[in-house]
């Protein structure tokens, strides 16, 4: 059965930092490309940042490039989203999608919010 389990979301004045994280299992992790989209309401969902399954590439949204970074444990079965120099406009829900082999998943998400 496959899980995918996003955590570290919560309310953060801006200019601050979060870390997110999403936890996997049921699939072969090590070797599945991750990747973290938002959601704010009322828009789709956008992508945020990828990863390969070595960590060997990584890439970003324009407008989060310089801010956040994606990492992964692959020991952890863990994918990671390191947030700074938080703004209003990220404001949004996160998930993590898992792509193995012919398959997509996504989890439940995690809610941001960046407020004073």
């Known amino acids: 059965q496959v899980q995918v389990v996003e955590s570290g979301g919560g309310l953060v004045q801006p200019g601050g930092s979060l870390r997110l994280s999403c936890t996997a299992s049921g699939f072969t992790f090590s070797s599945s490309t991750m990747s973290w989209y938002r959601q704010c309401s009322g828009k789709e969902r956008e992508f945020v940042a990828v990863i390969t399954g070595s960590g060997g590439y990584t890439n970003y949204a324009d407008g989060v490039k310089d801010r956040f970074t994606i990492s992964r444990d692959n020991a952890k079965n863990t994918l990671y989203l390191q947030m700074k120099s938080l703004k209003p406009e990220d404001t949004a829900k996160y998930y993590c999608?898992?792509?193995?082999?012919?398959?997509?998943?996504w989890g439940q998400g995690t809610q941001v919010t960046v407020s004073s």
């Open positions: 999608k898992a792509a193995p082999t012919g398959r997509v998943y």
